[in-house]
């Protein structure tokens, strides 16, 4: 099955640093890719859509100044979660969308996750 | 997309069936089922879905009732590996963007 990178897995940062997380579509080509966070015990929670050369969707109460998201190719979407702080900590998912041709369309195929910790 | 609602856990012996239910009473004609599960700290991984007729791959067989108000998720021999949050979700197939996922059914499966 198609297979979606996501790097880094883990990363501690000190409040007010920036933090990149990158998601691949290693066997495909993602038209959409998609952002989540989900907190300890909780549901995933989605954060934003985003199509390739076009600027991300982003839902409700999500800041999209704060959650910068890039999605520059067909296999490459980045996350960048600016000036970080303590209440941002949580794991952050990205899963990949792929083109109809490639008979992928009808399934998400997840990366693996980002835990984030912001001392 | 149609809401869902399953139980917030269940158990099972390893080996057993596991039969993992879901509602979803307003679904519409064209919303297909997903399940996907999530095994601690992991990405959601995809296990199957379908429309009318009940399905079967090499990870689990899904039942939809005839009035497709309901499913089952059905692990016919449960492994110690399957222990994880199992989600089951509505959705268009082709026009939505998105999948949002509910809060899922906890599964754990004891020796």
């Known amino acids: 099955g198609a297979v979606v990178s996501q790097h880094p897995s883990w990363v501690i940062c000190k409040s007010g640093t920036s933090v990149k997380i990158e998601c691949r579509s290693l066997d495909f080509q993602a038209t959409t890719m998609f952002w989540y966070r989900q907190f300890p015990k909780q549901s995933l929670m989605l954060m934003a859509t985003s199509n390739e050369g076009s600027k991300a969707t982003y839902e409700q109460g999500v800041e999209k100044d704060k959650f910068l998201i890039n999605h520059a190719s067909l296999t490459l979407s980045t996350l960048t979660v600016t000036s970080a702080h303590p209440e941002d900590s949580s794991f952050y998912i990205c899963?990949?969308?792929?083109?109809?041709?490639?008979?992928?369309?009808?399934?998400?195929?997840f990366g693996s996750g980002t835990q984030l910790s912001v001392l | 997309d149609a809401k869902t609602t399953q139980p917030p856990s269940m158990d099972c012996a390893e080996g057993r069936a596991a039969n993992l239910p879901c509602n979803h009473s307003t679904i519409s004609g064209n919303e297909y089922v997903y399940w996907y599960r999530q095994i601690h700290s992991q990405g959601p991984q995809y296990i199957i879905h379908?429309?009318?007729n009940n399905e079967t791959n090499e990870m689990a067989s899904l039942i939809i009732t005839e009035d497709r108000k309901s499913s089952t998720l059905i692990l016919p021999h449960a492994t110690l590996r399957d222990t994880a949050v199992y989600y089951c979700?509505?959705?268009?197939?082709?026009?939505?963007?998105?999948?949002?996922f509910g809060q899922g059914t906890r599964l754990t499966i004891n020796p």
């Open positions: 899963s990949a969308r792929g083109a109809p041709a490639e008979g992928y369309n009808e399934k998400l195929f």
């Open positions: 379908g429309l009318k």
């Open positions: 979700i509505v959705r268009v197939e082709l026009r939505a963007q998105k999948l949002v």
